[in-house]
Nanobody, 125 residues
Framework: QVRLVESGGGSVQAGGSLRLSCAAS????????MAWFRQPPGKEREGVAV????????VYPDSVKGRFTISQDNAKNTVYLQMNSLKPEDTAMYYC??????????????????WGQGTQVTVSS
């Protein structure tokens, strides 16, 4: 089992920045990728960033590319999501996720076995 705990959410004005953290514990050796997802009010959950444990390569959807940056500190078993130039449409509950094994779709929820409880991000105009 892997336990994920998010932190760093809050309220910010449009154009501002936030940095989310996700601390992982447990059998983290069973996972080879970490991701951040978000679920806006009344909408489906969507992936916003993925990082691969081996090599640290990253993937982003067009909606956040150039504004969000995912990174990892392997020594601390922590993944970060730096969010800049935030927009009201970025308002959502943000979740950290971890997965292992073969991957076909980095932004599909079924590719991730472990999930955190989420941290709320609210961006006001």
């Amino acid at each position: 089992q892997v336990r994920l705990v998010e932190s760093g959410g809050g309220s910010v004005q449009a154009g501002g920045s936030l940095r989310l953290s996700c601390a992982a514990s447990g059998y983290t050796g069973s996972t080879n990728r970490m991701a951040w997802f978000r679920q806006p009010p009344g909408k489906e959950r969507e992936g916003v960033a993925v990082i691969y444990a081996l090599g640290g390569s990253t993937v982003y959807p067009d909606s956040v590319k150039g504004r969000f940056t995912i990174s990892q500190d392997n020594a601390k078993n922590t993944v970060y999501l730096q969010m800049n130039s935030l927009k009201p449409e970025d308002t959502a509950m943000y979740y950290c996720a971890a997965g292992g094994g073969w991957l076909t779709d980095p932004f599909a929820e079924y590719e991730y076995n472990f999930w955190g409880q989420g941290t709320q991000v609210t961006v006001s105009s």
